[in-house]
């Protein structure tokens, strides 16, 4: 939010919303805040409509009143600038079909596991975006030279004392033609869970940069010191062992995403009759780069055919890709897709193990059942919190669903690591529940759990 504003007086009528998309299609990895997962047999063609879009949001959802709505620029500018909705409606617009994946997406498929959403492979979209450039409002507020940073603010607040969601945008990157402001997204207005009335869209970087519901952006000479820029969205400056803890200073802030493909089918686990072809597709993307090209594996990674590429493309969009498999023989196999983009990058068998669990890009893989049943697979136990929990209910709850914490799959250390880091955003918990806390969570949510489906 803006300095020296409260909410109330920043967007008069503004409310927050506990979960703003109304949908049954999407997985709900967290209702409050919305958190929710595109599943893979929606993920079927190259523009992902709004409804089925992928929502991540760290705090409650809020709803703008556009009409005394405005977007504040200042700090390191030559003149304040203070826009209306119709003002930036007024600029030249502009239009761009990006690719949008949140850093943590494949978050569940590392081991050990690691806190946070545990999402799998639908944490990406790709949509249309419209608006006006970062740039063109920058040029108009007269930024000045010495800039280096543009920090970009939206409505939403930290519930309690949680740091508010501010980012830090490289003055190059803010600076670039395809770095937008966007008003519309698929040709409709924005929806309120994807930043109605305002967004930034920085195509080809990690998702937490393209910030909702803007309200203020700041030019500044240094980076901004907030958690969401000096300890979250952080990556190992070097490779680390699995599981290992490693220290802010030895981290530097994402950016450009690493080339990734998923196969969204098909699905997982799918059953075909023997003897007919079966055709594996999915997506692939890169960053910043294009994909050179896409290959299928149907016998577990031994060989590789080429896959074709659809035609829709744009700079920073991923690309279809399918391959007819002609002769699937009966039984279970493994089927893997693997991309290279134009930097000569290739998905990697394993991603690199880091500990919030950034920019999964292993090689993707489904099983596949060719004329037989499919095997049967353990079931996780259900989720049953009872007993002594009444500590969950009064220190966690009211901040967060059940479901959110339900998801992890910590143990001991890894809950008091949590629990630690809610302390320090205001949770209020005294020295003597926090042990309690962290047994409760032990013994409620076991860790060998796998992420929800
Ligand atoms: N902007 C604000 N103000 N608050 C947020 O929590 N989440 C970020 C980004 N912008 C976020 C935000 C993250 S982590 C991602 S991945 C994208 O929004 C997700 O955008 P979407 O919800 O439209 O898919």
Not at 274 to 280: I, R, S, Y
Request: glycine share 8%.
């Amino acid at each position: 939010m803006a300095p020296g504003f409260a909410a109330a007086a920043l967007l008069p009528g503004a409310s927050f919303a506990q979960r703003a998309l109304s949908t049954d299609r999407l997985i709900i990895r967290s209702g409050r805040p919305e958190d929710l997962e595109t599943p893979v047999h929606l993920l079927n063609s190259w523009i992902t409509p709004n409804d089925v879009f992928f929502v991540r949001s760290h705090f409650f959802t809020p709803i703008v009143d556009a009409a005394p709505w405005r977007l504040q620029v200042d700090g390191n500018v030559e003149s304040v600038l203070i826009l209306t909705l119709d003002d930036i409606r007024r600029m030249p617009s502009t239009t761009v079909t990006a690719t949008l994946e949140c850093a943590g997406n494949g978050r569940a498929f590392f081991e050990p596991p690691v806190p946070g959403v545990q999402w799998r492979k639908g944490a990406v979209g790709t949509a249309t975006w419209t608006g006006v450039r970062l740039a063109d409002v920058l040029q108009r507020a007269r930024v000045t030279a010495s800039t280096r940073y543009i920090w970009l603010d939206g409505a939403d607040t930290g519930v309690g004392a949680a740091p508010d969601f501010i980012r830090s945008l490289p003055i190059e990157k803010a600076m670039q033609r395809e770095t937008l402001l966007a008003y519309e997204m698929n040709g409709e207005p924005l929806p309120v869970s994807h930043g109605f009335p305002l967004r930034a869209i920085v195509p080809g970087w990690e998702g937490a940069y393209s910030v909702k519901w803007l309200t203020h952006l700041q030019a500044s000479t240094r980076d901004h010191d907030g958690a969401f820029v000096q300890a979250g969205y952080r990556y190992p400056r070097k490779p680390v062992a699995a599981g290992a803890l490693v220290a802010v200073a030895d981290t530097v802030p994402l950016r450009d995403m690493p080339v990734k493909s998923i196969i969204t089918a098909p699905g997982p686990d799918a059953v075909f009759p023997a003897g007919a072809p079966l055709t594996v597709a999915g997506f692939a993307w890169a960053g910043e780069a294009e994909i050179a090209r896409v290959e299928v594996s149907t016998d577990g990674g031994g060989t590789w055919q080429p896959a074709q590429l659809g035609r829709d493309r744009a700079r920073y969009a991923w690309r279809q890709f399918a391959y007819v498999w002609r002769t699937p023989a009966a039984g279970s196999h493994r089927v893997l897709s693997r991309a290279t983009d134009t930097r000569g990058m290739t998905q990697p068998a394993t991603a690199a193990w880091n500990p919030a669990g950034y920019v999964w890009n292993a090689v993707d893989a489904v099983a596949v059942h060719v004329g037989t049943a499919v095997p049967p697979r353990a079931v996780d136990p259900p989720i049953a919190p009872g007993g002594d929990s009444a500590l969950l209910t009064s220190r966690c709850l009211s901040c967060h669903d059940v479901e959110l914490i339900a998801q992890q799959r910590l143990d001991a250390a890894g809950w008091g690591r949590e629990v630690d880091k809610m302390i320090g955003w205001g949770a209020p918990v005294t020295g003597g529940e926090r042990e309690r806390l962290i047994a409760d969570l032990v013994r409620l949510f076991p860790a060998h759990r796998s992420a929800a489906p």
